[in-house]
């Protein structure tokens, strides 16, 4: 049933691809925002987001959780639209973005020090390893495979084409897709690392997020303590609809004589939590990130 479900699933968003091609960035865009509020809850569970929701605001009023959820869907309709214009993005076309911290880049590429570059699923979150690869920081950025099998081997090549070529496929459990190897061959040769650290996960380290218990990936962790790797958080918010702001914070305090894979994690939590809170309107709310 799956291989059915995945194949009309993949016929669909072709089908959606093609129509924003057609449209132009900007108004796949608004369609894209407008066909996600419509259907996204036939998709992710209602209960799940609102759950999620109390977590990080126990006394939000279900108007202002009714207007977030409104915005998460569209800007979660909005940045699948625009997976078609990532080569627009690429080329910069229309000057999309506005980069806050550049002078962090320029002093992380000269002093040559290894930096693995940490953020979550805000506003259109494949722009973070994109510009980090346009400004020649020499990135690996670390993915998880789509469920769907029909789907993935495009967004593979569009990762690789546009966003940038090292990619390296997180593990999940029971299926292919282990980039073990290409992970140690990338921290070898002290290549930047950029990684998403607020999915779901049923490994790693359970650290706070939002007040409760959560599985956290222990790789920045992990690169900082071993490989005297630095953590450098970036946000990516979404203004105007159309265009981006990027904020590339400075590295995250660490003592190695102190710190641990627990308080590591803890700081790069602390942070993603500030950043969902300044945009809660722009972050993934449908991931079921406290499981146990």
Known sequence: MKIIKYFFEFIIIIFLFFIFKLLGRKLSSDLGC????CVGFNFRSKKRISTNFKKAFPRLASEEENKYTKEMWCNFGRTFAE????????ENKKNHILINGSEILDLIKSSNVPT???????????????????????????????NNFFLNPLMEYWRKKYICNFQIPKKIPGKSGDGTRQFIKAVQV?????????????QGKKIDFFGEKAFTTSIPSQLALKYNYQIVPIA?????????????????????????ELSIGKKINEKIEEIILQNPGQWIWTHNRWKV
């Open 236 to 260: 990516i918010k979404r203004v105007e609809k159309y265009q981006f702001v990027m904020d590339i914070f400075n590295p995250i305090s660490i003592d190695k004589k102190k710190d641990d």
């Open 83 to 90: 997976y078609v214009y990532l080569k627009e993005f690429r």
């Open 190 to 202: 002290k290549t930047n690392i950029a990684v998403m650290v607020d999915q779901s996960i049923t």
């Open 116 to 146: 693995v570059f940490v953020s979550g699923h805000f506003a259109n979150f494949e722009l973070m390893a994109m510009e980090l690869d346009k400004k020649n920081l020499n990135i690996a950025a670390i993915y998880r495979p789509l």
């Open 34 to 37: 407008l066909i996600s509020n």
